[in-house]
């Protein structure tokens, strides 16, 4: 079964621009969620979406946004990008309610610079 | 506040010895807490996790870890290590509260380098 695979890897943008990255799921798997990985901060959770609704959402400005299509692909998108942006964004997979739902399947990451 | 806390930033351990990296956790009722591994540039491997029951848990890679529920700690440890054991280390705990809607709440890491 494939792994999470998230889009692009790599990312150069420049302040005020914006950017959308894209994470798609383990198969069977339909809550996605999002982190911001940075080395002042560390990991921390941007937002969860389960059946392409958000549930819950981060200590995030509204600046960072995101969605989940039907088939459980999400993309989350940071508008009017910042220096501090500069991240390591990782997405992660869960599987069906029940215990699962907390064991989370991390993609490898898009690596956001903004210059 | 939920709260997952790793007290040590860097451990260095000769290869070959023994590891145990701590982990300590503030919530108001038993999490689930879990170990994750990231080496450069990669995202993030589980090793083990805990949900509930025997509170010995063995992962992959010959990881253990043990739950205390009287030290609110959920240590990491391996008998052996070896020098591809080298990466960042991150514990992380999930409130069972919110239905796997909160996601996780991480410790700040800790780097294992391994000496020769």
Redesign the interface.
Known sequence: KAG?TQTPRYLIKTRGQQVTLSCSPISGHR?V?W?QQTPGQ???????Y?SETQ??K?NFPGRFSGRQFSNSRSEMNVSTLELGDSALY?C?S?SL?G?N?????????T?LTVT | AQSVTQPDIHITVSEGASLELRCNYSYGATPYLFWYVQSPGQGLQLLLKYFSGDTLVQGIKGFEAEFKRSQSSFNLRKPSVHWSDAAEYFCAGSDLSGGGADGLTFGKGTHLIIQP
């Open positions: 999470v809550s969620s982190y560390g990991l921390q959770f941007l937002f969860e389960f549930r819950n981060g990782l992660a869960s309610p215990d739902l907390y064991e989370q399947y991390f993609g490898p990451g690596r």
